[in-house]
């Protein structure tokens, strides 16, 4: 007998005017009948065998000791020889009776192995009519001599008790000393306790699930409003005559998947039943027994919907499709699709490609869609209402976070809980924290940004964002570009929602620039200024690490960068991006072939993503035609004149710095048509050989400016020349 089955609440059986109590006073009736033929038979004495066997007497006192009903006019009197008939009164029963169980004899067999699954009393009984006091359990053959009144139905029995019986693979019935060398008839027949739980009537058979199940708690409102609620709910009823879909529920991680079903299962007064399947085994991983475990698992979630109504969801599929033998979406799914009579849910991320996977299997997709940016704010609203951070403030809050940000409401709620739990400590160092819109907008904003930077690992690299606008030397024209583009961003609530040219623009509401111009003139630096001015973080793109030779990586990348930048809200820029967005080739080949599908896929990531993108070239005219057409901003970033040469070699020396009175800024700017980024470098060249000569004692010198521009000179190919450096020709080093 299973131990935790011992002491449940068995509610029929408290009532001895329950089917299930007159099924078990049959069942007594018929063992008293099996042991008085077993007293008919020749024994040698019981003095003999005295604590060995059990006795008459003490058979007699089993049988007559429980709590049970032998009215004349009981449910059993008045059908014939069949034990369990009352059963059909329970919907368990008939659930079971419709499914695996359609014939009188094997629902007698389940509530023969029943009792003896719930009731300690029934083993010696066993024992004594096994004629055996080690199989205190029903054997096949003691089935056979109790329920069989013909060949017929034991030839059922036999069946029944198969190890590929229907009752025996739908976790109802388990075989018990199955070994290969027990002889067949003396194999032990029981039943799981799952099986026990939910046809003994139990409180909450739920209990008697495997680990791997939870049972989620339903919503307090299921949200009958809702659309997508409403359209998984159409999905869910199954048409007369029509097998039932399995449903996959598509979307971002928070999107609300789980809350859906959850609501579907309050909607319908059941249990959800999420299962997590384990993940698949690595290459190293020889272990055979996850896809058994996952297997069984789903089995018991299936069986428990079958005698008890449930919505069952399975999650981490994802993780399977992407397998090299995905064997969980070609064994398990199509079981439950087969044996389960209620919805069974399939949580799968939108990047997730499992289409190839499932062909096999009768779908219905349901997209659940991220929330726009005014359920956005009123998700933050929400959020922030219900927790210690709430303010007078929280509309403004939400507003600034819903439009800065294109998270789902599950990670809203986990920011949220974050920030409150490390606002015990923050608290006592800066009070302003809750009372302050701005701060708190600030620490909601660290949070969710912190949560997406892991994701991206070497593919991007988090720049600092110290520079404003003053930093910039830029031609006029240039600076108003970079502004607009700047106020673009942060209107669009207002132009694409409250004015409404969302609903005309394109379907997504990112912004798009193109930087074109040479190395080193500002434009990772504007990218800066303007990550900082919206307070983004700046993700700068690592295309050595994004493009793979390999089929399919390049894509995987990408997916990841967008995603990352999607979750943080931050700022994606693809410096030299000729690399990767350049046009397209005519195919000659596979490897063109590829290349294209890589350049179709980053555009189809282009339309689609919410943030900010930047591309910087080097020459406009080498990108796709495609790409520059979905540019919103083009900015020309030209060599700086000789008059901005001259604000960045001023820009680019600190006050702190020691400069000797011969150093001659004007004739540098004037000589050398550099660009900022080679300004920068030779001023802290400069600043390197004066410290080295002098210890941090002398000063930087025209000297040591002389030697680094050489050197730049060499660096770009050039050879530095009395044309060039004129009157300062003399410092220049004697050998290179």
């Known amino acids: ?78 059908h014939g020889r069949s034990i369990s008939v009352g059963l059909l009164l329970l919907p368990a029963w008939r659930a079971l009776a419709d ?68 009752l025996v693979q739908a976790g109802v019935l388990r075989l018990l000393d199955n070994s290969p060398s027990s002889a067949a008839s003396a194999v032990g027949i029981g039943v799981t306790p799952l099986a026990a739980a939910l046809l003994g009537d139990a409180h909450e058979p739920w209990r008697h699930l495997a680990p791997s199940i939870r049972v989620e708690a339903a919503p307090e409102s299921h949200g009958a409003d809702n659309g997508p609620f409403v359209a998984l709910r159409d999905l869910s009823q199954a048409k007369a005559g029509e097998s039932r879909p399995l449903l996959v529920l598509e979307g971002r991680d928070g999107s609300g998947r789980t809350m859906l079903a959850r609501a579907l299962a309050a909607d319908r007064e059941c249990p959800l039943l999420h ?55 070609r064994v398990v799914l199509p079981l439950a699709l087969q044996e389960a009579v209620g919805p069974v849910l399939l949580r799968v991320d939108t990047a997730t490609k499992w289409h190839g996977q499932l062909q096999h299997l009768r779908i219905a997709r349901l997209v659940v869609p991220s929330p726009g940016v005014a359920q956005r704010a009123t998700i933050w609203r929400r959020a922030l209402s219900e927790s210690v951070l709430s303010t007078s403030e929280d509309h403004a809050v939400a507003a600034a976070l819903a439009d800065r940000f294109d998270i789902t409401p599950g990670e809203v709620r986990r920011i949220v ?39 991206l690992g070497a593919l991007a690299v988090l720049a600092p964002t110290p520079h404003t606008w003053d930093d910039l ?53 504007a990218c800066s200024v303007i990550a900082r001015e919206l307070g983004l973080d700046l993700f700068v793109i690592d295309l050595s690490a994004v493009v793979s030779k390999y089929i399919g990586e390049t894509e995987k990348n990408l997916d990841r960068i967008f995603r990352a930048a999607r979750d943080a809200g931050a700022m994606l820029f693809f410096d030299e991006a000729d690399a990767l967005f350049g046009k397209r080739s005519e195919v000659k080949d596979a490897h063109d072939r590829y290349a294209n599908i890589e350049v179709a896929y980053l555009l189809q990531q282009l339309d689609a993503h ?33 008059a901005d040469r001259l604000r960045l070699w001023r820009g680019m020396l600190p006050t702190q710095a020691p400069l000797a009175s011969d150093v001659d800024l004007p004739f540098l700017a004037t ?45 770009q190919g050039i050879t530095p020349s009395v044309a060039q450096f004129r009157q300062y020709v003399d410092m220049l080093p004697r050998h290179g």
């Open 417 to 455: 809980m974050q920030v409150v739990d490390e606002g015990v400590w923050r608290q006592t160092h800066d009070e302003a924290l809750v009372d302050s819109t701005t701060h708190l907008i600030d620490a909601l904003s660290l949070v969710t940004r912190a949560r997406s930077r892991d994701a």
């Open 99 to 166: 499914w695996c169980a359609p014939e009188p004899v094997e629902r007698d067999l389940v509530l023969l192995a029943l009792a003896w699954e719930l009731f300690d009393h029934y083993e010696p009984v066993f024992g004594y009519l096994n004629d055996d006091l080690t199989r205190r359990w029903p054997t096949r053959a003691l089935v056979r001599q109790l329920l069989a009144q013909d060949e017929q139905q034991a030839s059922l029995l036999n069946d029944a008790t198969a190890v590929a019986a229907p």
């Open 671 to 715: 000589a050398f048509p550099i660009a900022g980024g080679d300004i920068r470098n030779v001023a802290l060249d400069a600043a390197y050989l004066a410290a080295s000569d002098g210890r941090g004692i002398e000063p930087i010198g025209m000297r040591h400016f002389v030697v680094a521009m050489a050197r730049q000179c060499v660096k």
């Open 473 to 525: 030397v830029l031609p006029p024209s240039t600076m108003r570009r970079l502004q607009e583009f700047a106020r673009a961003v942060r209107d669009r609530t207002i132009v694409l929602d409250t004015w409404q040219f969302g609903r005309r623009a394109a379907s997504s509401r990112g912004a798009t620039a193109l930087f074109a111009g040479a190395s080193g003139t500002g434009k990772t630096m």
């Open 1 to 78: 007998m299973t131990a935790r089955l011992q002491e449940l609440p068995w509610q029929a059986i408290a009532d001895c005017a329950s089917p299930l109590s007159a099924a078990f006073d049959a069942l007594d009736t018929r063992l008293a009948d099996a042991v008085r033929m077993v007293r008919a038979r020749p024994h040698c004495t019981l003095d003999e065998l005295r604590g060995v066997v059990v006795g008459h007497d003490r058979v007699d006192a089993l049988l007559a000791g429980g709590r049970r009903v032998r009215a004349e006019g009981s449910l059993v009197s008045h």
């Open 275 to 329: 299962i997590t399947l384990a993940p698949p085994p690595n290459a190293d991983d020889r272990r055979p027994h996850r896809i058994d475990d996952i297997e069984a698992t789903v089995r018991e979630a299936v069986l428990f919907q079958r005698l008890h109504d449930a919505v069952i969801l399975i999650d981490g599929l994802d993780a399977w499709c992407q397998a090299e033998r995905p064997a969980a979406t």
């Open 610 to 642: 919410n943030g900010i993108v930047v591309l910087a070239t080097n020459l406009a005219r080498n990108l796709d035609a495609a790409f520059s057409r979905r540019m919103r901003y083009v900015v020309e970033f030209p060599l700086p004149g000789e």
